[in-house]
């Protein structure tokens, strides 16, 4: 994203040449594709389906009573949560049924940072 317009080229022809956002929404083919998720580790870890429970399994939350309902089942995607945790410092979330705790903002950029770690490993 360092430039408004960019082309993208294969054995010396332009494949592509538009805006940024155009291009990641609008491949112009397999090539241009590939060439992207090469290159875009965040791309994988955020178009991933992790959910509230995997964070609540590898201890991304603080155990504490809550009150009442909770507002995040486990099986709501973490990119809900992170839309949530945006406005909001916590959120209150539940597993199988029982409310475990909260989940705040350093929570989620701890589980964020470390899939983005493993996925980093795997290229």
Do not use: W
């Not at 994203?1 to 332009?14: A, H, P, S, T, V």
């Not at 509230?52 to 809900?80: K, P």
């Not at 029982?98 to 989620?108: L, S």
């Amino acid at each position: 994203m360092l430039g408004d317009r960019i082309c993208i080229m294969k054995d010396g022809e332009i494949v592509q040449c538009d805006t940024p956002n155009e291009i990641l929404r609008n491949p112009a083919n397999e090539f241009v594709q590939n060439f992207l998720e090469s290159g875009n580790v965040n791309q994988h870890v955020l178009s991933s389906k992790f959910t509230v429970q995997d964070m609540v399994e590898q201890g991304y939350f603080e155990a504490r009573l809550v009150d009442g309902e909770a507002d995040f089942g486990s099986l709501i995607a973490v990119e809900a949560l992170l839309q949530q945790l945006a406005n909001q410092a916590t959120v209150s979330v539940e597993k199988e049924g029982r409310p475990v705790g909260i989940i705040t903002q350093q929570h989620i950029i701890q589980f964020l940072a470390k899939q983005l770690e493993r996925e980093a490993e795997r290229v």
